[in-house]
């Protein structure tokens, strides 16, 4: 079938539909065309039903259709329950393929309040390569978790199942290409019509990677991120990927890793390899620093090793890294527009006065610029390494009743990608009036706070300073702190823990909150997990809490369990007034489980069997200082475990009482 043909069947069959309201559900008629398979499933096990209408009593919560067909549902709202796949198959010999990706929403109206999901499957014979081009619209790869903006969301898969990458329109992306067989799909919400649109296909080059994918970079200043395949999870065991950049004459390129895991290797190493016309490879490890490409076209090939993934904990390998490209010479313009970024300051800052690199912002040349409404800028010859891009933002009130009457989220600024640097800190003053409190909480799960023995992991860092410039922690996602509390001016920055760019995909990373005062200077509000034991330190540490200031976690227990507290790191300083008090009290008693002061030897282990705040103060200090790391692990209580013990001996005793009986009432039976 010729391409021509294949796009005029497409068109046809994508679906022509009637529909019309009964009593209780919808019937539709669906008509494909020979060559496409429509897959109507439902997201449940039980519930609504699609059938055959010319086969009553035939109704399953999924129907396969070749052909035109009439269906209906026996639930009012079939949308909500069931999703809609349309898949095309596509097949490539070694001189053309069967036909192109073609979208259109022709005829398919009625299916607009169904999830969609478009699948073309992709097959050339083996050694070949199929080819996808995307020069017309261009595509950016995204993060997983992301959405597109016009909610068409392109995925890419190759041989085995493996992701090659999430995508969205309007990119640098400008063709794939995959070895031996794969898919390529696009999912469009209900609500959503479908773009027009085609892409290409054809026999592809030779390669000897699991994906080859070009980009194609413009004039001026630009800058795309890539992720390895499967990322978040690891990259497939011992196998190749290629990225082939296209980089315009007089433009300089620089690669950046962002975050990177690597795996525990039993044969080989990770690697990474540069090529460019002209000159030798060059490959270094994923640690090493990143070579600059200063001239032409360049492939930079991912190389992954036999991974040991017996040893629990291996994180496999996953890479996600900036290409930024910039011209060696002319101006390059850049539209910054600060006005809908949630009150943020942009700040650039020239780093390197010696360097050829200037910046304008307005027509007017800066050593630094500061941006915060609607500038026009401009940069020549500014690589990453000669700018900083800082962000800043002061939320304040001088009475509680002027306070935002809703949770401020911090939110980090969409920068465009003509900046030079990517956004290496972001940084939010807040200023609460002076009986009130700040309260902190992450809209993305508990916080943990980085600390010998429990480091954190993830790409940002999240640094929690008072106004004087005290340091009351460092945190970071996964942990068990559910609020933070703080009854003073304080300010939270954001950084990457590798010292780059600051990932956008943590575009959201606290919700701030002006309450009514607080009794003590900090509380952490603490959930904990069975078993999983949580550090927790007082604030400033290492270098101790501030005299006089007093910290409070509430510890929340479930019921039936106990919560083993241990002192892991205690500092005690000499005071010149007042003492050091470490205290449990639980949660409804007016009396306390246990105090101590600094003159006092503390005990190594204490058990509560209910909510408790866990409090801590500090005196004026004569030398020395007053730092604290406590450990809480919930557990089941002991006196509980013995009884769990026993009844579980007990059912084995009675299970294997039955089991002879059993095999003796058998044996007699067959005797007789």
Not at 115 to 133: C, G, Q, T
Request: glycine share 6%.
């Amino acid at each position: 079938m010729s391409p021509s043909t294949f796009g005029v069947c497409l068109h046809i069959f994508l679906l022509t539909s009637i529909v019309f309201t009964v009593s209780d559900g919808q019937k539709r008629t669906i008509t494909a065309d020979t060559s496409t398979t429509i897959n109507i499933s439902s997201t449940q096990t039980k519930g609504c039903k699609v059938c055959k209408v010319r086969l009553p009593g035939r109704c399953s919560t999924s129907l396969l259709l070749k052909e035109t067909t009439t269906v209906e549902f026996d639930c009012p709202r079939p949308q909500d329950v069931f999703r809609v796949e349309i898949v095309r198959n596509i097949d490539c010999n070694i001189k053309s393929c069967s036909g192109h990706i073609i979208q259109t929403d022709s005829g398919s109206q009625s299916l607009l309040d169904f999830n969609r999901k478009f699948i073309w499957n992709l097959k050339a014979s083996a050694p070949e390569v199929f080819k996808i081009d995307f020069t017309k619209t261009g595509l950016r790869q995204i993060n997983p978790s992301e959405i597109c903006p016009d909610r068409h969301t392109y995925t890419l898969q190759a041989t085995g199942n493996v992701a090659v990458g999430k995508y969205c329109r309007s990119g640098i992306i400008t063709s794939a290409q995959i070895l031996n067989s794969g898919s390529f799909s696009l999912d469009i919400p209900a609500g959503h019509k479908l773009q027009n649109g085609q892409f290409d296909v054809s026999v592809g080059e030779e390669i000897k990677s699991l994906a080859k994918i070009t980009l194609t970079f413009p004039d001026g200043s630009s800058s795309t991120e890539l992720l390895s395949p499967n990322y978040p999870n690891s990259f497939p065991d011992d196998d190749v990927m290629e990225w082939y950049f296209l980089v315009p004459d007089k433009h300089k390129t620089f690669v950046q890793f962002l975050n990177l895991t690597q795996p525990h290797c039993l044969k080989k190493e990770t690697a990474v390899e540069y090529r460019s016309k002209g000159r030798a490879v060059s490959v270094f490890s994923l640690m090493d620093p990143q070579p600059d490409q200063n001239w032409g076209n360049f492939s930079l090939t991912l190389r992954n090793c036999a991974m040991d993934k017996r040893r629990s904990g291996s994180p496999g390998l996953s890479v996600n890294l900036r290409v930024t490209a910039s011209s060696t010479s002319l101006p390059v313009s850049c539209k910054v527009d600060m006005r809908e970024s949630e009150g943020l300051t942009l700040h650039i800052e020239k780093l390197r006065p010696g360097s050829e690199c200037k910046m304008k912002i307005n027509s007017v040349t800066k050593e630094n610029i500061t941006v915060s409404s609607d500038s026009d800028l401009s940069f020549q010859d500014c690589s990453p390494e000669d700018v900083k891009v800082t962000a800043q933002r002061v939320i304040a009130c001088s009475q509680l009743k002027d306070c935002p009457k809703t949770s401020v989220p911090l939110l980090l600024p969409v920068l465009p990608s003509c900046l030079p640097s990517p956004l290496s800190v972001a940084t939010w003053t807040l200023r609460p009036p002076q009986h009130g409190t700040v309260e902190l909480a992450s809209p993305t799960g508990p916080l943990k706070q980085s600390l010998p023995g429990q480091l954190c992991n993830d790409s940002i860092n999240i640094k929690l300073v008072e106004g004087n410039g005290s340091t009351i922690g460092d945190f970071c996602s996964q942990g068990s702190i559910e609020k933070v509390q703080i009854h003073t001016n304080m300010s939270v920055t954001v950084s990457s823990t590798e010292g780059k760019a600051v990932r956008t995909c943590y575009k959201h990373v606290l919700n701030a909150t002006f309450k009514e005062e607080i009794s003590e200077t900090y509380i952490f509000t603490v959930s904990l997990k069975k078993d999983i034991p949580v550090l927790l330190a007082t604030p400033g540490w290492p270098t101790g809490m501030k005299g006089y200031s007093t910290v409070s976690w509430l510890v929340f227990v479930p019921p039936n369990m106990e919560a083993h507290l241990m002192f892991a790191n205690l500092s005690q300083p000499k005071c010149s007034n007042h003492h050091t008090d470490i205290s449990v009290q639980r949660v409804g008693r007016s009396t306390l489980d246990y105090s101590r002061r600094e003159d006092e030897q503390a005990n190594s282990e204490l058990t509560i069997f209910d909510s408790f705040y866990l409090n801590m103060s500090n005196c004026k200090i004569e030398r020395g200082h007053f730092s604290v790391i406590s450990k809480i692990t919930l557990q089941l209580p002991k006196t509980l475990l013995p009884i769990i013990l026993s009844v579980a001996a007990a059912l084995l005793v009675i299970f294997v009482i039955v089991v002879v009986v059993v095999c003796v009432v058998k044996k007699r039976r067959r005797k007789s």
